[in-house]
């Protein structure tokens, strides 16, 4: 970073006031932007897929955020490996597709071919003092927890020691290695990824923006009425595995590890799942005997959302594609036993996190469009912003390393 960049962002970060919205410039400094892209997008763990996406060898998808792009596969071995998609001869990239099966990787414009590890098995008229196992494809670290993939591009990632001991049990609980992917949406939108992500933190905005979610989801309610039902919805289910606590996210995190929270929520009105009138809308997940009318939330790294029900989970993750747009992307998952058309429907199974996401899309980009007026000014934060505080607390930590 140079040095003129980094006192620009000490500046601004020492100015920030506590308790409310961030200033203008954070939302569209092309400065800022690359330090974000640097410090925590290349830095930390982000969700790419799910081991069902992948399940025989040679299969493979792409994971993609501003101008990097990342091959998951599983190798003739069996293993899940990534590499980045970018041909060590001229830097084409190499798989094209979003997803495919191949038994190894050739790249379309020279033809420099590579086996599912990365190495470079073949490039034709090379000179003679050319080694091909110099030129294998740039690895990325992988991680799998509870078959989530999860995929860095830092040579030193965060560790998940401390996430993988505390929530093996719940991945476990849960059955996620046995889920399998039901859906996968993306919304493009054209606004800063930070404000996607603010907005995702808080449900300030739930009763007003979100009628479906606050007719299921307690937390749409004010703080003392949510509190209450949480108490009480908590108390009710003493012993029960599923609301054991973890909170060791953003500002919380343990110095070197990655943070991570995971809780549990009741939803309203005898609702027993996230679907239009709290129905069930898929088998049972893992080894769940039965419905207790909540809902998890599981957070792993700044980036990645989950939200379980007893029948399903959905997976929320916001990329940047530039500095004023991003993208959403939200995978629902169920029983990897449950077959479509007969154990669920997919437009019951999508219905509530498709509509909530859709409202919240253009949410966003009316949000993007008051920033950038010149009237703007930072707001303050409500009550029911506090988890928006912690994830700018730390927000401003890292870009400020």
Known sequence: MA???????KQLVAEQKQGFSLAQTFYKDIDIYATEISNIFLK????????????????????????????????????????????????????LEQSGTQKSLTCPYHAWNYNLDGELISAR??????????????????????????????????????????LNSTFELFGMHSMKL????????????????????????CAPSHQEFAQVHAMAKPPN??????ENFSQANQGNPKFTEFNRYFDLAEEGQEGYQYDRNPLLRNALSGSLGGKTVAPLLGTLQG????????????????????????GYRFLPISADECICDVFWFVNESAVQGKDYQLEQLTWLWDVTTQADKTIIRNNQKGVNSRFYQPGRLSEMERFQQSFLNWYLQTLDK
Request: contains cysteine; glycine residues 6%; proline residues 4%.
């Open 44 to 95: 930390h763990w982000l969700f790419a897929g799910h081991v069902s996406q992948i399940p025989i060898a040679g299969d493979y998808f792409t994971f993609e955020f501003d101008t990097e792009s990342v091959i998951v596969l599983r190798t003739t071995a069996g293993e899940i490996k990534a590499h980045v998609n970018v041909c060590r001869h001229r830097g084409s990239k190499i798989c």
């Open 3 to 9: 040095l003129n960049q980094s006192n620009k962002i």
């Open 182 to 205: 039901a859906e996968k949406k993306s919304y493009r939108i054209p606004a800063n990824w930070k404000l996607a992500v603010e907005n995702y933190q808080e449900c300030y905005h």
């Open 125 to 166: 008229n090379m000179p003679n003092d050319f080694e091909l196992s110099d030129n294998g494809l740039h690895k990325v670290n992988v991680e799998l927890l509870g078959g989530l993939i999860f995929v860095c591009l830092s040579e030193n990632p965060p560790s998940v020691a401390s996430l993988r001991q505390d």
């Open 291 to 314: 419905y207790d009318g909540g809902a998890s939330e599981l957070m792993i790294g700044p980036l990645s959302y989950f939200l379980i029900y007893d029948d399903h989970m959905i």
């Open 225 to 230: 009425m949510f509190q209450k039902a949480k």
